[in-house]
């Protein structure tokens, strides 16, 4: 491995169009290699234009959203009911795997930027990339998930005609991603929207359960429909009395939640599942610091789940070690940067001097962290200082304590590091954006990325 490529060895700089039309995309970061993961995820990039909608659909795999810009009204299905709940900026909200739902945004001539973790743990088959399942969808773009059904089934499903059947999946569809407004061509998917809500969750219902007719015969031995389409449904058990329905859980606004740490160099929070229970479904856990200029977290460890970071503002630097001590990357970081902290892994991020540094990501685990802090006031070394740590060191117990006792500041301090080049922080913003969008960022197209941090 050269030199430039040790540099950049857990920056996520590849990555794959998963649904693109005029009206939006999203796209995944891909890991550049699983070996150092104690757990795959995958971090999905969402821009929608104003007045547009993601399509009904579920997927394999848990989805975690966090609204970075913009409001939008999230539709899903939760138990036999239809639930819709209004985002905002900052807003995190789970959506388990097999869970019907669509995405519209509803900002007045805002576009709508998102950022997913996505949990392929329970994704079906080998693959290691989550799977999505349209339940709309007119002829190939994209194909509905009934589009296999014969004529006569699909028929007897719907108790239509199959004049009117093929009318709904033969029709040319704009892709997953649609306008939903005047100036455009109307959709089936803009009379959807304007559905009262128990006509909303039947046509939802109907679409899905017409997949189990042909269960028998559809069967394979990598997945089974029928089991699917009762964690789509939310059916009960029949031999379990369910007299009061649960509420699905509201939304979790990370920006409205007090920081754990805060001191004069900066601030930090950490969501975990007893904060937000959602969270415990797909087990994930998520995070926000802001660094002031020039500042540093401490060098750390994370004993319980590796870390993905996504630099929402500023520039800095960010330094990873090997568990052997030697190092694994040192790299700048900017804004739109995706990265990647392995478990074990003893790391730090420090700030540029030219303004704060602001990052946001999740967690390969919903229990609290309790990162272990190696240096500063609130280190494991303090906790531990004695004579057999002076001489792990081969120094003196007074020359450790002075060492060690040297910072008063905890988890944030001051740092000599400056970053190249000068200027303020909008001076140094701007820098960045023209930089990313001259030369793009390998495998990223550069609006839908640079939209979202923007």
């Known amino acids: 491995m050269s030199e430039h ?8 700089q590849n990555s794959k ?45 848990n989805l975690i959203i966090f609204v970075r810009r913009g409001v939008a009204k999230l539709g899903f299905i939760y138990g036999d009911e239809l639930e819709e709940r209004r985002l905002k900026t900052g807003d995190i909200y789970v959506i388990p ?52 059904f014969g004529p006569a089934i699909l028929e007897t499903a719907f108790n239509e005609s199959r004049a009117k059947i093929q009318r709904i999946f033969k029709k ?12 455009h061509s109307e959709s089936q998917w803009t ?4 559905l009262k809500k128990p006509e909303k969750v039947q046509h939802l219902k109907t679409l899905v359960q ?22 789509v449904l939310g059916k009960k058990n029949k031999n379990i009395e369910n007299k009061d329905r649960a509420d699905s859980p509201d939304s979790y606004n990370l920006y409205g939640r007090k920081p754990d740490f805060r001191n004069t160099y900066g601030w930090s929070s950490a969501l975990d599942g007893d904060d937000y229970p959602p969270l415990k479904i797909p087990d994930i856990g998520v995070f926000h610091v802001n660094l002031t200029a020039g500042s540093m977290m401490a060098p750390h460890v994370n004993p319980r789940a590796t870390e993905y970071t996504i630099v929402l503002k500023g520039y800095g630097k960010v330094q990873i070690l090997f568990p052997n001590g030697s190092n694994a990357m040192e790299t700048e970081i900017k804004v739109g ?16 001097r030219n303004g704060p540094l602001e990052f946001f990501g999740f967690t390969t685990s919903s229990k ?29 117990e007074e020359i450790m304590r002075d060492v060690v006792g040297a910072q008063h500041d905890g988890v944030i301090f001051s740092s000599t590091w400056a970053a190249p080049g000068g200027g303020g922080e909008k001076e140094e913003d701007d820098l960045v954006l023209e930089k990313v969008e001259t030369k793009g960022v390998k495998g990223v197209v550069k609006d839908v990325v640079m939209d979202v941090f923007e």
């Not at 699983?34 to 999905?44: A, P, T, V």
């Not at 040319?172 to 100036?183: A, H, L, R």
């Open 191 to 194: 009379k959807f929207l304007e």
């Open 17 to 61: 169009s998963v649904a693109k039309t005029d009206a939006g995309e999203m796209r995944v970061m891909q890991n550049n290699d699983d070996k150092f993961l104690d757990r795959s995820m995958q971090i999905g990039l969402i821009n929608m234009e104003p007045k547009s909608l993601f399509i009904p659909q579920y997927l394999d795999s």
């Open 337 to 352: 940067d995706i990265f990647y902290i392995p478990r074990y892994f003893p790391f730090c991020q420090i700030a540029s």
């Open 5 to 12: 490529e040790e540099s950049k060895l857990f920056l996520l």
């Open 97 to 148: 795997a097999g869970s019907v739902f669509y995405l519209v945004n509803i900002g007045e001539g805002q576009r709508l930027h998102v950022i997913c973790s996505i949990d392929s743990s329970t994704s079906f088959g080998d693959s290691d990339t989550f799977q999505s399942f349209y339940i709309g969808g007119g002829g190939d773009n994209p194909q509905s998930v009934l589009a296999g």
């Open 172 to 183: 040319k569809q704009d892709g997953p991603i649609v306008f939903i407004d005047d100036s």
């Open 210 to 231: 017409s997949q189990e007719e042909d269960e028998e015969e559809k069967q394979t031995s990598y997945w089974s429909w029928r089991k699917l389409m009762k964690s």
């Open 368 to 396: 609290k962290n309790n990162p272990q802090f190696l240096a500063g006031a609130a280190s494991i070394l303090k906790t531990i200082l004695g004579p057999e740590v002076a001489a792990s060191f081969g120094v003196s």
